[in-house]
């Protein structure tokens, strides 16, 4: 059964002109507004328990739903970044119904704990779970700490309410964090590639991007735990991430946070945020110099640049050199990590140049990006899939770029100095680059 559409939203109006294909958009009104993720979000009953999934694909031109003959039919990568919206929306408007949202997903996180402590990934359509494929095995991956990270949330919000579904949250929590001791690298091993050492202990040995998550959520979990065992692996997680940024004032992207051993690429790159959280539990200075070299330097070469897709990097002669690059594609994934990084750099200086940068990266979703494109429709929602290139839009709109779209204009819409600047209605910005 689907719950009914929420009909509060916040309004604000953009009066610009930009060129979507072929028309002219000369006053634009725009929304934050949940609709297409309501949408995607389903109530179903397994085993006689309620719970909420949230549908991955959802295609252009109808929109119905799209699942996957390998994955399933929802899986625990959209659900708890959704369950993540949804108790936002309901800390800042009071929402009830997306704080029955955000319960029911996270009843559907807690139904997908495997025995060893980390998630399966996605259901089939009869609601059975897919434990064989390889983005659904139960693995210290990429949805095992979405989940975490929902569940922490939750626990954060309701750690003082005594009922079934928070105790049950909070043994799934402990559950976890036992299985990552348990995978905690017992050596640190440093290994070069290309000319360039990287750290051999983070998340599959070189992932930065996970550990960017894995530390967001760990120094929360330290932060009420005080457990030395969290508090060392934090520590060894931020030492890892900073070791994966680049640092030559000669390279055009000094400051950048390498993704996966040599490469960059723009999705899920949240290691500057992560270290910004980080910073607040751990008060090393050297943890916020370090964040502040890639918002300072390489964040402003992506707003510059129209953003990119990703980058490969070696060392020759002493020196950084970009091996390969591209700019295409661009989804809002790319730009939910820079906004959610300013805006806590905002947070802990106080210094407005933070938010307003925040404002006009979130432009991205309103033309600010290199096919002068709306990503975003306020009137229904709706995100678009990506810019494949200056002429070619994914219209798709699925579960990742809608949450990752809301998530970010959440922010934006709550930060006066952010939300005056995405306002910002100067041609010029949207020039094609």
Not at 11 to 36: C, D, M, P, Q, R
Not at 114 to 128: H, K, L, P, T
Not at 235 to 263: H, P, R, Y
Request: glycine share 4%.
């Amino acid at each position: 059964m689907k719950i009914y559409k929420s009909n509060i939203v916040w309004i604000f109006t953009l009066v610009v002109a930009l060129v979507f294909n072929t028309e002219t958009y000369s006053e634009i009104t725009f929304e934050v507004n949940k609709a297409h993720l309501d949408y995607l979000y389903e109530e179903i009953q397994i085993d006689g328990k309620e719970m909420a999934i949230i549908h991955i694909y959802s295609n252009y031109p109808d929109y119905a739903y799209v699942g996957d003959d390998d994955e399933g039919i929802a899986c625990i990568d959209d659900a708890a970044r959704a369950a993540i919206f949804y108790l936002e929306y309901y800390k800042a408007y009071n929402d009830s119904t997306s704080l029955s949202q955000f319960n029911k997903l996270v009843e559907f996180v807690l139904h997908m704990q495997a025995e060893n402590g980390f998630f399966y990934n996605f259901i089939w359509e009869d609601g059975s779970i897919n434990k064989t494929y390889k983005t659904s095995v139960a693995e210290p991956n990429w949805w095992t700490w979405r989940a975490l990270w929902a569940l922490m949330e939750y626990s954060k919000q309701f750690e003082n309410l005594l009922d079934s579904r928070t105790l049950r949250v909070k043994q799934c929590i402990e559950k976890t964090i036992a299985a990552i001791k348990l995978y905690i690298p017992k050596e640190k091993e440093i290994i070069s590639i290309d000319g360039i050492e990287f750290p051999k202990w983070l998340p599959l040995q070189f992932a930065s991007d996970q550990a960017a998550l894995l530390v967001i959520i760990l120094t929360d979990y330290y932060k009420t735990s005080r457990d030395n065992d969290i508090l060392d692996y934090l520590n060894s997680l931020v030492q890892g991430i900073m070791m994966m940024q680049l640092n030559d004032k000669e390279c055009e992207f000094n400051g950048a946070f390498l993704s996966w051993q040599n490469t960059w690429h723009g999705w899920g790159n949240s290691q500057a945020y992560a270290l910004l959280k980080a910073y607040r539990v751990l008060n090393e200075e050297s943890i916020k110099t370090s964040a502040l070299l890639e918002l300072n330097n390489f964040y402003e070469r992506l707003i510059e640049n129209g953003f990119l897709s990703y980058f490969k990097v070696q060392k020759h002669h002493n020196q950084i050199e970009i091996v390969e690059s591209s700019k295409y594609s661009q989804i809002a994934y790319n730009i939910r990590p820079m906004v959610f990084a300013l805006l806590e750099v905002y947070n802990i200086t106080l210094d407005s140049s933070y938010a307003i940068k925040a404002g006009q990266v979130a432009q991205w979703f309103v033309g600010r990006n290199p096919a002068c494109a709306i990503m975003y429709n306020p009137h229904s929602g709706i995100f678009y899939d990506g810019i494949e290139n200056e002429k070619l839009i994914n219209k798709n709109s699925g579960a990742e770029s809608t949450i990752e779209g809301l998530l970010s204009l959440l922010k934006i819409s709550l930060n006066p100095f952010a939300l005056k600047e995405f306002e910002n209605t100067d041609q010029s910005l949207f020039e094609k680059r």
